[in-house]
């Protein structure tokens, strides 16, 4: 069976609640492999909720329907504050990406309390802003950004994640329209052990399976790269 963009490979997926150190509760679903423990945990970011982004964003509820039985891992996600859907919304009222700081330490905490394996943070557009600003604990190995656009995130930030150490991985489209390859590469430079990867043809939302697929096998390669590359059919 070709994998397709409407698949759903066999998982565990459960409903989760994060609480935050300032007191609101924040809804998500944790999906890992269906017989086995997971060998890694990606713990998701989502695109501004202001502009339709939420924990369903298409490439992460692919990751969820897929990298759980292609790669073994466990997919946690969550909308931020004020963000809702299907499963709900989470409390509170969206900030910026100030208050956010709560929402991410929230879902770092709750991976580590259930002992989810090796913890990577995959940041998409605005969720690669909350990473860059706020994903700085001792237990995340690495962080992957998709579309970066290095807006609210400053190079104070950058140079923050310099000295944090931990390995990054931009994945930047051709066509993004808030930065491109050339010039991510240029503000990426004050981060030594980044990786800056032009994604050609693609634009900042990932539409297309082709492009999904880029993305996802780029995560398992430096997550579980004893699962790369992703097949594109299974049994």
């Known amino acids: ?26 809804v998500g679903e944790l999906a890992q492999p269906l017989d086995r423990p997971p060998v890694a945990t990606l713990v998701t970011l989502h695109p501004l909720p202001t502009h339709g982004g939420f924990m369903d964003s298409h490439v992460y509820k692919k990751a969820a329907n897929r990298l759980p039985a292609l790669a073994d891992l466990a997919v946690l996600r969550f909308n931020t504050r004020g963000t809702s859907s299907e499963r709900g919304t989470s409390e509170g009222a ?13 879902a770092l ?12 943070v995959v940041g998409w557009s605005f969720g690669t802003e ?6 700085h604990d001792p237990l995340v190995e ?15 930030d950058l140079d923050a994640w310099a000295r944090f150490g931990r390995p990054l991985v931009a994945l930047v ?10 010039e991510a590469r240029a503000r990426f430079a004050r981060v030594p052990q980044a990786e800056v990867i032009g994604v050609e043809g ?34």
């Open 1 to 26: 069976m070709e994998i397709r963009a409407a698949t759903v490979l066999p998982a565990r997926r459960e409903p989760i609640e994060l609480h935050t150190a300032d007191g609101l509760t924040l």
């Open 94 to 106: 969206f900030d910026g990406g100030e208050g956010e700081r709560y929402d991410v330490a929230a």
């Open 109 to 120: 905490e709750y991976a580590e309390f259930h002992d989810l394996p090796r913890v990577w």
């Open 130 to 135: 909350l990473t860059l600003k706020w994903a």
């Open 142 to 156: 690495g962080a992957i950004l998709l579309s970066p656009p290095l807006h609210r995130a400053t190079d104070d």
């Open 173 to 182: 489209p051709e066509f993004d329209d808030y930065l491109r390859p050339e």
């Open 202 to 235: 693609a634009k900042h939302l990932w539409v297309g399976e082709p492009y999904v697929r880029i993305v996802l096998d780029e995560i398992v390669r430096r997550v579980n790269p004893a699962a790369w590359p992703l097949p594109t059919e299974v049994a």
